[in-house]
């Protein structure tokens, strides 16, 4: 018999995943929409969706043995995960500011896993006994059958039969109508989001720098964590000497190019990611983070102009590396005056906004020079 559809089920909480991570994990406006506590920053969400996958993928292979023994340890088993994705559920709509689950499909299944699991001999408050049950050897093939003995009927035995078809048609729904609760949610906070991010996009010709940077650190912090000169600290002291050296124009430039570059991007990410969750649960692909603007980038092996290209020596320059750091490049540059200048500004300086600004408008000055690829 076939247990739990698990595909539209995964792929919803896919889909709540990607949007926990990608934007309720990252973005303190997106947080300030939900429950986000100290108890949400330890990710503990994670957890919650793993656990719920590989619950979902044990119930999908649901399949009753012929013989009493084996039925009894998978129907446990199967109503105990049920149980537990019930709670899992709650604390995700506990999350996003929604009401907890109440439905019949819920309480259906709650009540048979507690009278056959919870509490297989049930006593009231004052320790009188309620009622006891077992599972019975007819168990098998595609029916849960049991025997309870309630006091409402004197403890007269009463044959209950359920379904397995039924119940997990019943925790199917249950499923896919709190999923659709929480994903409806999810759209209208990014939404709300991507309204913000638009209209900050569209002030930064208006404002003046001083104003636009403590607004991206409320609004769209993240972005200030993509170098360490794009920190509100260090963007903000080149801003004070932009009149004193290029280097400091230059960063200020990087900044707001990589601002603009960064929001339209993570603007197109949620305009995608809202339009693939309007066509009922079709497929969901990763985000890429192609938006995000990375100043220091990796070391490649596919230099674009191998003869001339210092790309390898420069990406080991920004951690002063022992063999390719500042003193190898004031050696190899010691006749160019702008280069060397920078060089000696980064080895005199432990402010990081200075080092920062330096290493950027080296990397500039070297493209300018056609030693480093333009990107």
Same mark, same amino acid.
């Given at each position: 018999m076939k247990g739990l559809n698990? *595909?539209?089920?995964?792929?919803?909480?896919?889909?709540?995943?990607e949007a926990w991570n990608d934007y309720f994990w990252r973005f303190r406006l997106c947080q300030n929409l939900i429950r986000f506590t100290a108890e949400e920053r330890t990710n503990y969400i994670g957890d919650l969706f793993n656990y719920f996958d590989d619950t979902v993928q044990l119930i999908s292979t649901f399949k009753l043995k012929d013989n009493y023994l084996s039925s009894l340890y998978e129907s446990v088993a199967t109503l105990q995960f049920m149980y537990i994705q019930q709670d899992l559920i709650d604390e995700l709509l506990s999350i996003f500011k929604l009401p907890q689950s109440s439905s019949e499909n819920k309480k259906t299944i709650r009540n048979l896993r507690n009278e056959l699991i919870g509490h297989p001999i049930s006593r009231d408050k004052q320790k009188k006994l309620v009622s006891s049950v077992f599972i019975t050897a007819e168990t098998q093939q595609s029916t849960l059958q049991y025997v309870r003995y309630?006091? @409402?009927?004197?403890f007269q035995s009463d044959f209950i039969i359920f379904d397995w078809k039924s119940i997990f048609q019943l925790h199917e729904s249950f499923l896919i109508e709190n999923f659709k609760l929480i994903l409806i949610k999810i759209d209208t906070k990014l939404r709300f989001f991507r309204k913000k991010l638009l209209e900050m996009h569209r002030a930064i010709?208006?404002? #003046?720098? #001083? &104003?636009?940077?403590?607004?991206?650190?409320?609004?769209?912090e993240t972005f200030h964590k993509n170098s360490r000169l794009f920190s509100s600290e260090n963007i903000l002291y080149c801003f004070q000497f932009k009149e004193k050296h290029p280097r400091y124009q230059h960063a200020i430039q990087l900044y707001l190019e990589g601002l603009n570059e960064s929001l339209i991007g993570t603007i197109q990410l949620i305009d995608d990611f809202i339009n693939r969750s309007s066509k009922s649960f079709s497929p969901l692909k990763s985000f890429s983070t192609k938006s995000e603007v990375i100043l220091t980038k990796s070391e490649s092996h596919e230099e674009i102009q191998q003869n001339k290209s210092i790309h390898s020596e420069f990406s080991k320059l920004y951690e002063n590396h022992p063999i390719?750091?500042?003193s190898?490049?004031?050696?190899?540059?010691?006749? @160019?005056? &702008?280069?060397? #200048? &920078?060089?000696?500004?980064?080895?005199? *300086?432990?402010?990081?906004a200075e080092y920062s600004a330096s290493f950027e408008y080296l990397r500039f000055l070297f493209q300018q020079r056609g030693l480093l690829e333009t990107y």
């Amino acid at each position: 018999m076939k247990g739990l559809n698990k *595909n539209i089920i995964l792929q919803s909480s896919k889909y709540a995943r990607e949007a926990w991570n990608d934007y309720f994990w990252r973005f303190r406006l997106c947080q300030n929409l939900i429950r986000f506590t100290a108890e949400e920053r330890t990710n503990y969400i994670g957890d919650l969706f793993n656990y719920f996958d590989d619950t979902v993928q044990l119930i999908s292979t649901f399949k009753l043995k012929d013989n009493y023994l084996s039925s009894l340890y998978e129907s446990v088993a199967t109503l105990q995960f049920m149980y537990i994705q019930q709670d899992l559920i709650d604390e995700l709509l506990s999350i996003f500011k929604l009401p907890q689950s109440s439905s019949e499909n819920k309480k259906t299944i709650r009540n048979l896993r507690n009278e056959l699991i919870g509490h297989p001999i049930s006593r009231d408050k004052q320790k009188k006994l309620v009622s006891s049950v077992f599972i019975t050897a007819e168990t098998q093939q595609s029916t849960l059958q049991y025997v309870r003995y309630h006091k @409402d009927n004197h403890f007269q035995s009463d044959f209950i039969i359920f379904d397995w078809k039924s119940i997990f048609q019943l925790h199917e729904s249950f499923l896919i109508e709190n999923f659709k609760l929480i994903l409806i949610k999810i759209d209208t906070k990014l939404r709300f989001f991507r309204k913000k991010l638009l209209e900050m996009h569209r002030a930064i010709p208006h404002k #003046t720098f #001083t &104003e636009l940077v403590p607004w991206v650190s409320q609004i769209y912090e993240t972005f200030h964590k993509n170098s360490r000169l794009f920190s509100s600290e260090n963007i903000l002291y080149c801003f004070q000497f932009k009149e004193k050296h290029p280097r400091y124009q230059h960063a200020i430039q990087l900044y707001l190019e990589g601002l603009n570059e960064s929001l339209i991007g993570t603007i197109q990410l949620i305009d995608d990611f809202i339009n693939r969750s309007s066509k009922s649960f079709s497929p969901l692909k990763s985000f890429s983070t192609k938006s995000e603007v990375i100043l220091t980038k990796s070391e490649s092996h596919e230099e674009i102009q191998q003869n001339k290209s210092i790309h390898s020596e420069f990406s080991k320059l920004y951690e002063n590396h022992p063999i390719f750091g500042i003193s190898y490049f004031k050696r190899r540059y010691k006749s @160019d005056p &702008e280069i060397f #200048t &920078e060089l000696l500004n980064m080895e005199a *300086n432990s402010n990081p906004a200075e080092y920062s600004a330096s290493f950027e408008y080296l990397r500039f000055l070297f493209q300018q020079r056609g030693l480093l690829e333009t990107y």
